[in-house]
């Protein structure tokens, strides 16, 4: 099982930036895929991006341009850089893993982190 520690949440103002960071621990034979879900009161969780093994992303249309996903391997961790937030990005944030244990593969996520942008 792989555990997964999210920092980084806050409020900010329209136009604001802020950095997540998800840290992952534990066993994985290998990690296909590390992204970030958000969800607002009264919506679904969507997925505003993820990045692979290869380093391919892909992002939410409402955040391509502002957002940027990355990683450090040797970290085990995925950072999420948001600039020129909005107050439609205010949402709970979840950092989530798909990875290999084995011959199973599993999907894992974060506690969750707010994050509050004001108008």
């Known amino acids: 099982q792989v555990q997964l520690v999210e920092s980084g949440g806050g409020l900010v103002q329209t136009g604001g930036s802020l950095r997540l960071s998800c840290a992952a621990s534990?066993?994985?034979?290998?990690?296909?895929?590390m992204g970030w879900y958000r969800q607002a009161p009264g919506k679904q969780r969507e997925l505003v991006a993820a990045i692979t093994s290869s380093d391919s992303t892909n992002y939410a249309d409402s955040v391509k341009g502002r957002f940027s996903i990355s990683r450090d391997n040797a970290k085990n961790t995925v950072y999420l850089q948001m600039n020129s937030l909005k107050p439609d990005d205010t949402a709970v944030y979840y950092c989530?893993?798909?990875?290999?244990?084995?011959?199973?593969?599993?999907?894992?996520w974060g506690q969750g982190t707010q994050v509050t942008v004001s108008s």
């Open positions: 989530s893993i798909n990875y290999r244990s084995g011959s199973v593969f599993y999907t894992d």
């Open positions: 534990g066993s994985a034979d290998s990690i296909n895929r």
